[in-house]
């Protein structure tokens, strides 16, 4: 599990923050917060789309769905509030 979860931090590493950054803005829609739980839930559940005991298969549905699923939830978010989000990376 810790090597599943080092590998999805080197893809989303930049999304995980604008999305750490978004979550903790105090106009944080509601629904940001609720899909950010359920991915995290997806993310530490045995349970799985395409079981891990499949070689290489098991993993790629891991490392498609949980990047895909920030970068949704990320485009979502109201205009004024990612231009904040951007402005806050990028400072960092």
């Not at 609720?34 to 490392?63: E, K, N, Q, W």
């Not at 920030?70 to 509030?81: A, E, G, K, V």
């Amino acid at each position: 599990m810790w090597k599943r979860l080092s590998m999805l931090w080197l893809l989303v590493r930049g999304d995980a923050r604008r999305l750490w950054i978004a979550l903790r803005h105090p106009q944080a829609p509601r629904w940001l917060k609720v899909g950010t739980a359920l991915v995290l839930l997806y993310l530490v559940s045995p349970i799985d789309l395409i079981p891990d005991a499949l070689p290489f298969i098991g993993v790629v549905d891991d490392l498609v769905l949980v990047p895909t699923a920030i970068r949704f939830m990320l485009r979502r978010l109201p205009p004024d509030l990612q231009r904040d989000v951007e402005a806050r990376a990028t400072a960092q």
